[in-house]
Structures are given as structure tokens and as C-alpha cells.
């Protein structure tokens, strides 16, 4: 079985900063990229950041500066360091990891920025 476990969620002011980590455990094959998606209230979920295998990155525009998204391929555990933090930024962050058979989610970590 495998499972996505995130953690580092929490209450933060604007400009503040939280790094997310997600852990998988179990066996997974053929990982092509490993991801941050985050859904806030009345909104559709999008994706945040993702890194694939070779290591390159793909932001959402309104991150780009802020977020940074780092992989371990060896320990399957992807980061997401936060700065800069807007209200806007308000949502539950979620995990993902993908490979050419399978597509795995976390359940998911609240962040919040305050103003």
C-alpha cells in the first residue's frame, strides 16, 4: 500500500514563510514527478509546483519567486519551501506523485496566512 503523508502546515502572518514535506511510503515504480497542488475555498484545486524526475520544475505563476520545490528520488519525498506568504495563499495543500501507471494523493495540510 502506499501513502503520502504531509506535514508543516500552520498558521503563519503575511510575509511570513512554512516548508511543506511530503513523505511516500510503500513501493512506487517509475516515478515521473512528484507535485504540490493546493485547493482554497470555492475554488477548483491547481497545481502549485512540480518537479519531475530529471529534475525539472513547473510553478504557478502566482508562486513563482516564492515557492521552491525540491525531490528526493532515493527517500520518494518531495518539499515545498514557502516565502513571502499572501492570504491568498490560504488552502489545503495536497501531495501528489505520478508515475506512467498510477497517480497517488496525500490527504492533504492546511496553511494559513493571515493579513
Known amino acids: 500500500q502506499v501513502q503520502l503523508v504531509e506535514s508543516g502546515g500552520g498558521l503563519v502572518q503575511a510575509g511570513g514563510s512554512l516548508r511543506l514535506s511530503c513523505a511516500a511510503s510503500?513501493?512506487?515504480?517509475?516515478?515521473?514527478?512528484m507535485a504540490w497542488y493546493r485547493q482554497a475555498p470555492g475554488k477548483q484545486r491547481e497545481l502549485v509546483a512540480a518537479?519531475?524526475?530529471?529534475?525539472?520544475?513547473n510553478y504557478a505563476d502566482s508562486v513563482k519567486g516564492r515557492f521552491t520545490i525540491a525531490r528526493d528520488n532515493g527517500e520518494n519525498t518531495v518539499n515545498l519551501q514557502m516565502s513571502s506568504l499572501k492570504p491568498e495563499d490560504t488552502a489545503v495543500y495536497y501531495c501528489?506523485?505520478?508515475?506512467?501507471?498510477?497517480?497517488?494523493w496525500g490527504q492533504g495540510t492546511q496553511v494559513t496566512v493571515s493579513s
Open positions: 518537479i519531475t524526475s530529471g529534475g525539472r520544475t
Open positions: 510503500g513501493r512506487i515504480f517509475s516515478i515521473n514527478s
Open positions: 501528489n506523485v505520478e508515475g506512467n501507471l498510477y497517480h497517488y
